[in-house]
């Protein structure tokens, strides 16, 4: 009786995932909206002492290595550009027009960097959360970012020790190691949703809740960054979104469940989308590419 028991929560809650996942319509038809934080943010960084975009030295041995360690990230979604510790300059504007263009003005953006002392003190000044979930969790989160760096154990398989692009709220920084646009759109698309927030200690609480915590979320990154690729006509980075950001969505899913294969049924389903999204004409960007068309005649003129 117990075995059948056990049998049936465990369909229903597979079934609930599923659901769940399924349901997850990035509305690309939706207009963009552009970032409004709820409350008034402070220019905090200047260019000489403290920038906004921080870019870690390039070190030949220490990136191998970090880039050897993700292999898993790079198998989950299919694609050696994740936790590479090698950005591009394409990728870092895409991130960087995000940014400036959703008016955050306070959220920090680390490339490929390690710097604990520094986070500190970022740590320090952000007033994004409540001063006690700061200097608790905030505080433990960074003893462990500076003991296991993510600019070494990014992307690897060893559970509380490695870790990924991320964006961190508690010092309101998006630390990123992958060389893909729509990884740190995602990110971005993190800082933008929780600058929305009223009450962002009980947000950044919330996404901590087993099974269920991530996924509201992780679906709001997700959606903000295919419709700003979809706003910017960018065919090319909206085609890569639906095979990157599907398989690490489905992750959050069916992980609990289907471990490493977790990112299948995200690759199923955004291999559909992407098929569809090839077979779209969308008005708008057809006529902005005309128009492109139109400026680069006239400049050959």
Not at 34 to 60: C, R
Not at 65 to 85: E, P, Q, T, V, Y
Not at 187 to 197: I, L, M, T, V, Y
Request: with cysteine; charged share 20%.
């Amino acid at each position: 009786m117990q075995t059948n028991q056990s049998y049936l929560w465990l369909k229903t809650f597979s079934f609930l995932l599923v659901s769940i996942f399924l349901s997850c319509s990035f509305a690309t038809e939706k207009k963009y909206t552009f970032g409004k934080p709820y409350y008034p943010q402070q220019n905090i960084f200047n260019e000489e002492d403290n920038p906004q975009f921080e870019s870690g030295e390039p070190y030949i041995v220490l990136d191998w290595i970090g880039n050897a360690l993700g292999f898993l990230s790079k198998l989950i979604i299919n694609d050696s550009r994740m936790s590479n510790h090698k950005i591009s300059e394409e990728t870092k504007q895409y991130l960087k027009n995000y940014i400036i263009e959703n008016n955050m003005k306070d959220v920090k953006v680390r490339f490929n960097q390690y710097a604990p002392i520094e986070d500190l003190k970022q740590l320090w000044r952000s007033d994004n959360v409540n001063p006690v979930l700061k200097y608790s969790l905030g505080l433990i989160n960074w003893f462990f970012s500076a003991l296991f760096p993510a600019r070494i154990f990014s992307g690897c398989p060893i559970p509380y020790v490695c870790s990924g692009d991320h964006y961190n709220p508690y010092s309101n920084t998006i630390n990123l190691y992958s060389d893909i646009p729509t990884v740190v759109l995602h990110e971005g698309g993190h800082a933008k949703d929780f600058s929305a927030r009223k009450y962002k200690s009980f947000y950044s609480l919330g996404y901590s809740v087993p099974f269920f915590g991530a996924l509201y979320p992780e679906a709001r990154a997700t959606d903000d960054a295919i419709r700003y690729l979809r706003y910017k006509c960018d065919r090319k980075v909206e085609l890569l979104a639906y095979k990157t950001v599907y398989p690490a969505y489905s992750t959050y899913v069916f992980g609990q469940i289907l471990g490493i294969a977790s990112a299948v049924p995200g690759h199923i389903v955004g291999s559909s989308k992407a098929s569809k999204f090839l077979r779209e004409e969308v008005p708008e960007c057809k006529l902005a590419y005309e128009m492109e068309l139109n400026r680069s005649d006239t400049k050959q003129k």
